[in-house]
């Protein structure tokens, strides 16, 4: 595999996989990540997209022993086989944009919400707000062009499309992705910064949709 290694900062290392992001490649970066964890002067590593961004101090692990540890740990690493845990939500497909969805994907409205609810995805990482995890496994028919306009407010349980990822959002927050259903964050919180970890979902977890 290409991997492309290079240096955002002084201090931070990132490699960066080749597209389209898949569960696979994604499972042996998160094993390369938990392999490291611990590294005597790595302050921080953060999971992307089929990418990984090593944070160090540089007074404890100088970035020639950073790069050659990292490309090491990248050498030896093995997709894990299985998903860390299977998490399961129920969804209302309800939303505002699901017919809207549906018709570009040339599917009614109940078939969409079939095709939506079968894959068992898995979470790749967690970003653009805390908690909220980009998911593979959404089927390529069912990808959506994202919102002309985005909406300034999407409410807090949102499960959204947008281009070939699907997520739900913890928080209400504006968004551009298709709405098409919704999970009660009251009955199942996915941010909780009381919690330790406060994400419900995190890397390398499997999701299950349940149709409500």
């Known amino acids: 595999m290409n991997a492309h290694w290079h240096w955002p900062s002084e201090t931070s290392l990132c490699l960066s ?36 961004t090593l944070f160090a101090d540089p007074a404890r692990l100088p970035p020639a022993e950073l790069e050659a540890l990292a490309r090491a740990a990248w050498r030896r690493a093995r997709p894990w086989r299985e998903a860390l845990r ?14 809207q969805a549906a018709a570009h994907a040339g599917l009614s409205p109940a ?13 790749a990482c967690l970003g653009f707000l805390p908690g909220f995890a980009y998911l593979l496994g959404l089927p390529t028919e069912l990808a959506q062009p994202r ?4 909406r300034s407010l999407v409410p807090a349980g949102a499960v959204a499309i947008g281009g070939q990822q699907t997520g739900v959002y913890p928080q209400a927050s504006p968004g551009g992705w298709k709405l098409i259903g919704r999970v009660d964050v009251q009955v199942q919180p996915l941010f909780d910064p009381a919690a330790d970890p406060p994400a419900w979902l995190l890397p390398g977890d499997a999701l299950r949709f349940e149709p409500a």
């Open 111 to 123: 078939r969409f919400v079939e095709a939506h609810a079968a894959p068992r995805y898995e979470v």
């Open 86 to 99: 299977e998490r399961r939500l129920r969804v209302h497909y309800d939303g505002p944009d699901l017919a």
């Open 147 to 150: 919102l002309a306009t985005p």
């Open 17 to 52: 996989l080749p597209p389209p992001p898949n569960a696979l490649t994604q499972r042996r970066l998160l094993a390369m990540a938990a392999e490291l964890r611990g590294t005597v002067g790595l302050l921080e590593l953060v999971p992307g997209l089929h990418n990984l």
